[in-house]
């Protein structure tokens, strides 16, 4: 647990050192005034929590201040922290995590966003709790990406599935349904393309690539898992949106976070989306992966 709170100190230091600290300041042991609600708007737009989610959670602080009497910055700053919490925290109760005979999980995200290398530690971090685990290759437009997905296997000692380079990616993913049910597999982690040469059209194959599967397994994908790199700040939520659309995510691996002052981008895909986050990348080792934890992740960002 102590590691686990050192490695995601390190991990949003950056974010927290840029403009959480500032807003931290701003919420200091004073009263509220017309420039505190300037500056935190402020603050906050510039920590890539995103138009729409600041003005909502501005909206739900004035609110409160005003039904609850908060006079004072520091108490603003203990409901801001509530709401920032009550936003990442999804409603529901999370069902994918029923036992079944074959859970597969489908991973999409554009290219560059850390798909592969998520997949290989989800891989090994299941394999570690005793899950049999088979991966398949669908990034099968680029040679490299299956080359890379089949390097990450040997690495963590888990088999891939793959095909030719150009093949179709469907009939990759059935092939590893398969293979998944003739080796007693109970998890299929299913890699793909992030971006097509212009005469195919992304979403159009990874529909095709989710209707494989939903027919070859009662109820898959069980989960789809949208990876997005932090980096990219305000415009990974276009992006979303588009997967979201087309594939129906049902969560968020959240990459790249160590290094990058916009870690408030986990706000905007919270409040922009509505999708849960499921996993932090925390650098490029396979070890990298945490638990998303949403007070965790606030009170590292804002202390008491
Ligand atoms: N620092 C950092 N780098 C990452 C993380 N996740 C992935 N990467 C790097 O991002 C690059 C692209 O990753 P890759 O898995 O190939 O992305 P894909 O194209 O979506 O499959 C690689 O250099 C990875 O090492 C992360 O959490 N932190
Ligand atoms: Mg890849």
Redesign the pocket.
């Known amino acids: 647990m102590l590691a686990l709170m050192a490695s995601l100190r390190e991990t949003l230091a950056r974010t927290r050192n840029s403009i959480f600290g500032r807003v931290q300041a701003l919420l200091g042991q004073t009263d509220i005034t017309d420039d505190t609600w300037e500056e935190l708007e402020a603050l906050l737009l510039q920590a890539d929590v995103g138009a729409a989610t600041t003005a909502k959670l501005l909206e739900a602080l004035k609110r409160r201040a005003k039904s609850e009497g908060i006079v004072r910055a520091d108490a603003l700053r203990s409901a801001l922290k509530e709401e920032l919490r009550r936003l990442l925290s999804p409603n529901g109760a999370d069902d994918h995590a029923k036992p079944r005979l074959l859970e597969v999980i489908l991973v999409v995200?554009?290219?560059?966003?850390?798909?592969?290398?998520?997949?290989a530690k989800l891989g090994k971090r299941y394999q570690a709790q005793g899950r049999r685990v088979l991966l398949a290759a669908c990034?099968t437009f680029r040679a490299a990406?299956i080359d890379?997905l089949q390097i990450w296997g040997e690495r963590v000692g888990i088999p891939v599935i793959a095909g030719a380079p150009n093949s179709d990616p469907g009939a990759v993913a059935f092939d590893a349904v398969q293979a998944a049910f003739a080796r007693k597999c109970d998890l299929l982690i299913v890699?793909t393309a992030?971006r097509l040469h212009t005469k195919h059209n992304l979403m159009k194959e990874l529909e095709k690539v989710r209707n494989v599967l939903s027919r070859a397994v009662h109820e898959a994908p069980h989960q789809t898992l949208l990876?997005i790199?932090a980096t990219n700040g305000q415009n990974a939520i276009n992006q979303a949106k588009g997967f979201a659309r087309a594939v129906g995510v049902t969560g968020v691996i959240l990459?790249?976070?160590?290094?990058t002052p916009k870690g408030g981008v986990a706000f905007a895909i919270a409040g922009e989306l509505g999708i849960p986050i499921r996993y932090?990348?925390?650098?490029?080792k396979v070890d990298?992966?945490e638990e998303f934890n949403p007070q965790a992740f606030v009170d590292e960002l804002l202390s008491d």
């Open positions: 995200g554009v290219n560059g966003s850390g798909k592969t290398t998520s997949i990034d990406a890379q890699d992030g990876v790199d990459t790249k976070l160590d290094g932090l990348g925390t650098g490029e990298d992966l």
